[in-house]
C-alpha cells in the first residue's frame, strides 16, 4: 500500500487545482452574466417607462374624445337574427 500512498496526495492536489481552475472559470461566468443582466434590466426599465407615458398619452387623448363628442346611441333593431 505504500506507493499507493505516495501518490493518492499528488492527484488529489491535481484534482483540486482543476476543481479550482474550473471554479474561476464559473466566477468569471457569472460576473459576465451578471453584466449582461444589468443592461437587460436597464433597457427593460427604459421600455416599461416608454410604455408608461405613452399610456397616459392614450388615456388623456380617449378624454378628449370623450368630451369632444355626445355618447353615440345604438338603435334597437326589431329584427333578431
Known amino acids: 500500500m505504500?506507493?499507493?500512498q505516495s501518490t493518492a496526495p499528488a492527484s488529489l492536489r491535481t484534482e483540486l487545482v482543476s476543481a479550482k481552475k474550473a471554479v474561476e472559470v464559473l466566477k468569471e461566468e457569472n460576473a459576465h452574466t451578471q453584466a449582461k443582466l444589468e443592461k437587460v434590466l436597464v433597457v427593460l426599465e427604459k421600455e416599461r417607462a416608454a410604455l408608461r407615458e405613452v399610456l397616459v398619452q392614450a388615456k388623456n387623448a380617449v378624454e378628449?374624445?370623450?368630451v369632444r363628442s355626445p355618447p353615440i346611441r345604438v338603435a334597437k333593431s326589431r329584427h333578431c337574427f
Open 64 to 66: 378628449q374624445v370623450k
Open 2 to 4: 505504500l506507493p499507493m
